[in-house]
């Protein structure tokens, strides 16, 4: 027989309620564990009852339409989808919200930076035609100075 850790229940019930193995929660849970029974037990978590009865009954009519005609099984998602949406949209929008910030800010940086280079290329390109301008204007003074004295 292995050694017994407690020797009762009390013993138990004592140590769960102790303060310094529940903080503060000792002194609010003493008066309800005296009001139960140590081998009471509780519900699961009814949001996990819920996922569980959701599951089956997917599962049960999936394969009841596989079953009847294999052609609705798409519907049958886009149903599923649609009652899911409304639970899960919002946690999944909070959780895309960053990334969607750092893409918009990304996608900001980038057009600015290319906003730069573009303003950059087309001084540049202002600077060459101004330049080849004025070769062209000098050409043509010297052109009709050449001209000028001909004549």
């Not at 750092?102 to 330049?131: C, L, N, P, W």
Request: charged residues 20%.
């Amino acid at each position: 027989m292995p050694p017994q850790i407690f020797s009762t229940s009390a013993d138990t019930e004592d140590l769960m309620l102790n303060q310094e193995h529940n903080g503060d929660a000792g002194k609010a849970m003493s008066s309800l564990g005296e009001a139960t029974a140590p081998n009471d037990h509780h519900e699961a978590d009814p949001t996990a009852n819920e996922a569980v009865t959701v599951a089956a009954t997917v599962a049960v009519v999936a394969v009841g339409v596989a079953l009847f005609e294999v052609a609705l099984l798409p519907g049958m998602a886009i149903g599923v989808a649609a009652m899911l949406a409304p639970k899960y949209v919002p946690k999944l929008g909070a959780a895309l919200s960053p990334m969607i910030k750092s893409t918009v800010r990304g996608a900001y940086k980038f057009g600015q930076k290319t906003s730069e280079m573009v303003a950059e290329a087309k001084e540049q390109v202002h600077d060459i035609v101004a330049e080849v301008d004025a070769e062209n204007d000098a050409a043509r003074a010297a052109s009709n100075a050449a001209d000028g004295r001909k004549a």
